[in-house]
């Protein structure tokens, strides 16, 4: 067996850029500094240098512009990527991204297919602020015509990127900031993960958590605590928002009767809004108990860490959820609850990963 | 058989003129019938943009379109019964009824997309240039632009990259002087349009947009830079709707513009203009104009007989190929 490649997400994007660029001549890369010294967190590093400035195109700050060129571009036959290093920065592209990006196969009646990836990234923390933090995944995850994907693991950022660049539709790629330093197992070379649907990432029959993206990574240490206060959970990756395909999780609830959702986003509207309300209508029977939302607080996101104390969902937020949902015994899941909590708080709360150093 | 018109003669250009001008006055007719249940900007006033830039293209060169794309539409040769079953909402329809008199398209004959919202469709055009140049081709895009698509931000957006790239595309600014009913004046300061393109590097040139062949003249010494390798040019010509915005009917009488105005736009009447201008050389007569409008006539009453004949597509398909 092959030594086990241990890669983090940014360069598990990076690899899959590369993979599927050599692969296809038609991919070029487009965005605001894809090929400048930092390269969006070094997610396009080396990229420029291999397969120089026509297909990896430094672009001026015209979000709109850029995707109506990589749009008609993809009409055309070519494969763009666009990159963005802040989601909040894409909003001045959604004119083209919902009516043409998402729209033009179905009014051409599939005549003309829309081949284009636009990556997006979610900051967080180092007092990133209001304008720089935004889960805005509901936005695009209503519009039909686009898929919506948020990898949250380096081995299904890797695969779904290449399966995005290899897709015939547009596919929006939402990466919070700090899944980037998640680290994991990647194969080497091509390999795609299909775009298709939520997946079980940790086994357990007593409740259901589903999380986005980085949610993911808080509720995977939730269920490691819970399951030694004796309490199983069933998690699943929402690693795929559109096509939403609640199968798994309508599943999973008929089997625990219990559901608890975290969103990386807001939880009024968010998609956590979106899997409730179809678990409540196809597994109305199953629930013992009323679904719980997690997810961010009806406020804008403050810069200030003080102010961020209570923003965020955390693993003990969610242990405390999954504890309330199952009614167990709050003693029964005080030590390991506070065992966490002490390991947790060595960790300042706007810091991703002990080498980050900021400014974002 | 060659669908440019590259090497078109004064003659041709006034029959596909007629033509469009027929085919337009043919729906304006027939839309109280209430079967063409869609919006409907009509062309009428505006054929020498479309013909004049259209004839110096051919099909492998893509235009973009707007909300008023019937005439480059059919400039461009687009498929005639295609464009009146989508405008009755038929199978048949360019875009299978799914898009309706905004959203032409006819990928033989080189009309990659129309685009209702105002400078949505300037982009897409650029971005198709930038295709053509990656594949090593000779061909160019161009984007048909309204006079209040240049207060957009995309249409910056859109020159500078195209400057900066040197890429193969035409901006043809056909202004009409009117956005819906808000005059030019109101909505941007006077200045020669043709400035626009001295902040982006960019050549530029104006011609009367109601004669045909100074259009054509213009319009082949752009598509020639561009396709030379010379990038961009911004072509700016002036025109008139003679109709309502969106609509079948004249709205002169409704206090935004004079019926003065309107008079004194058709007096120039790109169509007419061209007709005396071929009768002044000789070249065309009272039988030759019957038989070139009843062989068109024929044509229209043809596609129209067609379109409202043709099968609506069925509901259940309403769901497909929403993804490739």
Redesign the interface.
């Known amino acids: 067996m092959a030594e086990a490649r241990i890669l983090n997400v940014a360069e598990a994007l990076r690899e899959a850029t590369d993979v599927a660029m050599e692969h296809d001549p038609?991919i070029?890369v487009m965005g605001e500094g894809v090929s400048d010294p930092k390269a969006i967190f070094g997610t396009t590093a080396g990229l420029a240098e291999r397969y120089g400035a026509?297909r990896v195109m430094e672009m001026?700050i015209?979000e709109?512009?850029?995707?109506?060129?990589?749009?008609?571009?993809?009409?055309?036959?070519?494969r763009p990527l666009i990159v963005h290093q802040r989601v909040d920065f894409a909003l001045l592209s959604l004119?083209?991204l919902f009516?043409?990006a998402a729209k033009?196969?179905?009014?051409?009646?599939?005549?003309?297919?829309?081949p284009l990836v636009v990556r997006m990234i979610v900051g967080r923390g180092w007092g990133q602020g209001p304008a720089h933090s935004q889960s805005l995944e509901p936005l695009f995850a209503m519009i039909?015509?686009l898929?919506v994907v948020m990898p949250t693991t380096a081995r299904e950022a890797k695969g779904q990127l290449i399966a995005a660049l290899e897709d015939?539709?547009p596919v929006i790629m939402i990466e919070h900031r700090w899944v980037h330093y998640a680290t994991g197992h990647v194969p080497a070379g091509r390999y795609t993960v299909p775009l298709d649907g939520p997946r079980r990432v940790r086994e357990g029959g007593d409740v259901t958590i589903v999380a986005t993206s980085y949610m993911l990574l808080e509720a995977l240490r939730a269920a490691e605590t819970l399951e030694k206060a004796g309490i199983s959970a069933d998690v699943i990756d929402m690693a795929v928002l559109r096509?939403f395909a609640p199968e798994p999780i309508v599943d999973s609830v008929r089997r625990t009767g219990r559901l608890l959702f975290i969103d990386t986003g807001f939880r009024q509207f968010g998609i956590g809004a979106e899997v409730v309300a179809t678990v409540v209508e196809q597994a109305f029977g199953s629930l013992v108990t009323p679904p719980v939302r997690l997810g961010l607080p009806e406020h804008p996101t403050p810069s200030s860490r003080a102010l961020l104390t209570d923003f965020y969902p955390t693993a003990l937020s969610i242990i405390d959820a999954a504890a309330a949902l199952t009614g167990i015994e709050p003693a029964r899941i005080a030590a390991p609850r506070a065992a966490l909590a002490a390991e947790l708080a060595k960790l300042p709360v706007d810091v991703p990963h002990p080498t980050f150093r900021g400014p974002f | 058989m060659t669908t440019s018109r590259a090497g078109a003669d004064l003659p041709d250009l006034y029959r596909a003129m007629r033509r469009i001008r027929m085919i337009e006055e043919a729906v304006a007719v027939r839309y109280a019938e209430q079967e063409m249940r869609c919006p409907v900007h009509l062309s009428i006033g505006q054929e020498a943009v479309a013909v004049g830039v259209c004839a110096g293209m051919r099909p492998d060169d893509?235009l973009?379109s707007t909300h008023r794309c019937h005439a480059h539409y059919l400039a461009k040769n687009g498929d005639l019964k295609a464009m009146l079953a989508e405008i009755y909402g038929k199978a048949a329809g360019c875009?299978?009824g799914?898009?309706g008199s905004m959203?032409l398209?006819d990928?033989t004959a080189g009309v990659?997309?129309s685009?209702p919202?105002v400078a949505?469709s300037?982009?897409?055009?650029?971005?198709?240039?930038?295709?053509?140049r990656?594949?090593g081709r000779d061909a160019v895009?161009a984007t048909f632009m309204g006079d209040g698509s240049i207060e957009e931000?995309?249409f910056?957006?859109?020159m500078?990259?195209a400057a900066?790239m040197r890429l193969p595309v035409l901006f043809i600014l056909e202004n009409n002087l009117y956005s819906c009913y808000t005059g030019l004046k109101d909505r941007q300061p006077r200045r020669p349009f043709v400035d626009l393109a001295r902040g982006y590097g960019m050549p530029a040139e104006a011609a009367d947009g109601n004669d045909v062949e100074a259009v054509r003249e213009a319009a082949r010494r752009a598509i020639a830079r561009a396709r030379a390798g010379d990038g961009p040019t911004l072509l700016v010509f002036d025109t008139y709707r003679w109709r309502e915005h969106c609509g079948p009917n004249y709205d002169n009488d409704i206090g935004y513009r004079t019926e003065a105005e309107f008079l004194d736009w058709k007096e120039r009447c790109p169509v007419e203009q061209a007709h005396r201008r071929l009768v002044a050389a000789g070249r065309h007569d009272e039988a030759a104009e019957a038989a070139m409008t009843a062989a068109i006539q024929a044509e229209i009453n043809e596609a129209f007989a067609f379109a409202k004949t043709a099968p609506f597509p069925s509901p259940e398909t309403a769901r497909?190929?929403?993804?490739?």
Not at chain 1, 64 to 78: E, L, P, W
Not at chain 2, 122 to 132: D, E, F, H, R, T
């Open positions: 038609r070029f026509a001026p015209a709109n512009g850029f995707t109506g060129v990589a749009i008609g571009a993809a009409i055309m036959g070519r004119e083209q009516n043409n033009t196969c179905y009014v051409t009646g599939g005549h003309h297919t829309v039909p015509g898929k015939p539709n096509p | 893509q973009v875009c299978g799914r898009g959203h398209t990928s990659l997309l685009l919202i949505s300037i982009p897409i055009a650029v971005g198709a240039a930038l295709a053509i990656q594949e895009a931000g995309v910056h957006e859109s500078n990259f900066l497909s190929h929403v993804y490739g």
